[in-house]
């Protein structure tokens, strides 16, 4: 099913991430894992895509897996820098024939010390978008969207026309990056709407289940952190059975905020673990109804 279907209404939607092995041995604790998430019938399963290579190759594989073996809605993450365009026109087309109906279209982020933009290479999700819809003009495109601006961003004003021009060009959904204060999230989609980017926005939720993971996490996105969130982290982070228990209440409280003012898509970073996702759906059974 295209997830923009999913998305028509305001029915709430859970959808729930992962990622495909880094190398070809750890494919089958990922399978597992990956049939284990599947089993909680999500709304959709997202894939990432390792930018440049690495996992790439297993992340069609995954997205077929889920839908033709699980029966579960997927799609696919692709990104543009660091692939020539071959690369990224070759990758649509396997989508394609493997019958993949949502792409996620990224940018990537640029390796370090590279020079950007590159020659002959895409330069911005934008680009790529424009790409997939001449290429498969079937497919569902989304696109991501940082309730806290990219960090390479000028500002949030310039980020957002840059997402308009996403939007433009075809880019049917938003998901956003992960942020841990739901105000930050709401503020972020009245000026969404305020520049006239209408397209559903899907709200983007991590579970920090592990100490180590908050500093990776923060790094990775630059998100603020409340001072709620920090205590937890200061009170549980060195019990990893309390952490983790934590982390579910707090991801599973924001969901709720979320639900309760509206916001009715949510996209968990479930990360592979499917006790976790398993966690947050039991705390939510009677408001999915799942
Ligand atoms: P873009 O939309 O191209 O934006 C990147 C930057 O360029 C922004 O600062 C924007 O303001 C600016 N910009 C855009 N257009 C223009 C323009 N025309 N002129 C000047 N500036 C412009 N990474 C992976 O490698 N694999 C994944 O699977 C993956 N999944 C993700 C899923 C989600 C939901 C999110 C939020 C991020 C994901 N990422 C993933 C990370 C993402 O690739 C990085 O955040 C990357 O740095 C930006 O990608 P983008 O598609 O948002 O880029």
Redesign the pocket.
Known sequence: MKVSDLLKDDKVTLSMEVFPPKTTTAFESVNKAVKEISALKPDFISV????GGGTSEHTVKLAKDIKKEYGVSSMA?L?CVSSTRETVQNQIKLMQEAGIENV?A????IPSETEFPLPGQFH???DLVKEIKSIAPEMCIG??C?PEG?P??LNKT??IL?IK??VEEGCEFL???MFFDNSIFYNYLYRLREAGVMVPVIA?IMPITRKKQVERSIQLSGCCVPARFKSIVDWFGDNPAKMKQAGIAYATDQIIDLIANGITHVHIYTMNDPEVAAGIQRNLSEIIGK
């Open positions: 990432t895509y390792g930018a993450h990104t996620l990224l940018r990537g982020d911005y999700a934008s696109g991501a940082y990219h390479e961003a310039d980020d840059h021009k996403k998901t956003t990056q983007g």
